[in-house]
């Protein structure tokens, strides 16, 4: 009788997974964005370390990546590219992700991803199940014949944006000094 009465208290106290895989993603897409705080678009697009990234392309990137996997979330593998097939003008269009080109600003750019975030949020909370799984698309880092459900997707969202945003706090940084957080 205590450890039901033990379970049914945390039951009460504890969010439900959803809500738990929603704020999380939430907070790393903040720290994404905060990164941006009080940038040009000039700014956005300077490349501050030995690597190609700069802060809007990562934003671009990060939403591009989220869009895909919700895409997959809906539409099973059909929605990511066979990323065994890709063609020369594929890998530059994907290249392109990670750049401010001409005629991107920092809040167009800004703005695409809160409509993507709002959309990835909106499925997450439709979602009959998070366990319904979906074979991967072709890629030469997942294994053959492997299956992702939507929960899994989900924490390769999140692990992706915590990711980028731990880039993007490097990048600022390395620009004026700035950090997300310290």
Not at 5 to 25: G, K, V
Not at 57 to 64: A, E, N, P, R
Not at 80 to 93: G, I, K, N, V
Not at 129 to 147: H, I, N, S, V
Request: glycine letters at 6%; a negative charge.
């Amino acid at each position: 009788m205590n450890d039901t009465l033990i379970t049914s208290e945390r039951t009460d106290e504890c969010s439900d997974e959803r809500t738990d895989l929603l704020d999380t993603l939430a907070k790393h897409r903040h720290f994404l964005r905060f990164t941006t705080r009080d940038l040009t678009d000039e700014q956005a697009g300077l490349r501050t370390t030995a690597g190609e990234l700069c802060l809007g392309g990562l934003i671009k990137h990060v939403t591009s990546m989220e869009r895909m996997w919700a895409d997959f979330i809906r539409n099973g593998p059909s929605a990511p590219r066979d990323f065994t097939s890709m063609t020369e003008a594929d890998l530059a269009q994907w290249a392109d992700e990670f750049k401010m080109l001409p005629g991107d600003t920092l809040a167009g750019v800004l703005a695409e991803y809160e409509e993507v975030a709002r959309q990835t949020d909106e499925l997450v909370a439709s979602l009959p199940a998070l366990d319904a799984t979906r074979p991967l698309p072709k890629a030469p880092w997942f294994e053959p014949g492997a299956q992702w459900s939507a929960r899994r997707v989900l924490l390769h969202i999140i692990a992706e944006t915590a990711q980028h945003a731990g880039h993007a706090d490097i990048i600022r940084e390395s620009l004026d000094g700035a950090k997300t957080m310290g």
